[in-house]
């Protein structure tokens, strides 16, 4: 079983939709999250950070489920731009350092 | 606040040969991070870096690949000898420590290596 684990996709949504994508994590150590967008042949690039109280940034919302292990990234009125893969990433403490965990990432296409 | 920087972009060799990447991170971060990212799957640390000790080099194929960062702050990786399963996109990241904190990464746009 890998450490974090997504539904890989691809979720095909109308422009308009709401869309959500859960991540689940094995390690209860873990300590920080974050979701990545990383469009084709780029960069992953910081989307936002998961905090425990849950956060909004815009259309964005992501919400921390450390009961169950889980977290979770709404979009709200897509966008044909919010088509990308969406990396979701745990940090935790390993040996004399932090390590960053990286799922394999949800595909999502936004459809006109 | 300029980025990450990584050089070559892009890259063709065949099997057998070496290469070498380059990466220079923020100005300021004490942590280096390269990953390797094969298509349809995340970015897997190879190896990390905190100032210009290794910290973790537990998935580093160590028969064939090196990195260095003598000063704290470029970096180079090495892959000698290349096997056509290297094919991917090594990617550079950094970030900042404070304390026993660590904050969110900051990739670089990654090297696209071919090995035929």
């Known amino acids: 079983r890998k450490e974090v684990e997504q539904d890989p996709g691809p979720f095909n949504v109308p422009e308009g939709a709401t869309v959500a994508f859960n991540c689940t994590y094995s390690?209860?150590?873990?300590?920080?999250f974050f979701w990545y967008r990383q469009d084709c042949r780029k960069e992953p690039k910081l989307l936002m950070s998961?905090?425990?109280s849950g956060n909004e940034d815009g259309r964005f919302t992501a919400q921390l489920n450390r009961a169950s292990q889980y977290i979770s990234l709404l979009i709200r009125d897509s966008k044909l731009s919010d088509s990308a893969t969406y990396l979701c990433?745990?940090?935790?403490?390993?040996?004399?350092?932090?390590?960053?965990?990286f799922g394999t990432g949800t595909r999502l296409k936004v459809l006109a | 606040e300029a980025g990450v920087a990584q050089s070559p972009r892009y890259k063709i060799i065949e099997k057998r040969q070496s290469v070498a990447f380059w990466c220079n991170p923020i100005?300021?971060?004490?942590?280096l991070y390269w990953y390797q990212q094969i298509l349809g799957q995340g970015p897997k640390l190879l190896i990390q870096?905190?100032?210009?000790?290794?910290?973790?080099d537990s998935q580093l194929p160590k028969d064939r690949f090196s990195a260095e960062r003598l000063k704290g702050v470029d970096s180079t990786l090495k892959i000698q000898p290349a096997k056509l399963e290297d094919s991917a996109v090594y990617l550079c990241?950094?970030?900042?420590?404070?304390?026993?904190?660590?904050?969110?990464?900051?990739f670089g746009p990654g090297t696209r290596l071919t090995v035929t």
């Open positions: 390690n209860s150590a873990s300590q920080s």
């Open positions: 100005s300021g971060h004490a942590t």
């Open positions: 998961v905090y425990s």
């Open positions: 990433v745990v940090n935790r403490a390993s040996v004399g350092t932090y390590k960053y965990i």
């Open positions: 990241a950094s970030s900042s420590t404070h304390g026993t904190t660590t904050y969110e990464q900051y």
């Open positions: 870096f905190q100032n210009n000790g290794v910290v973790d």
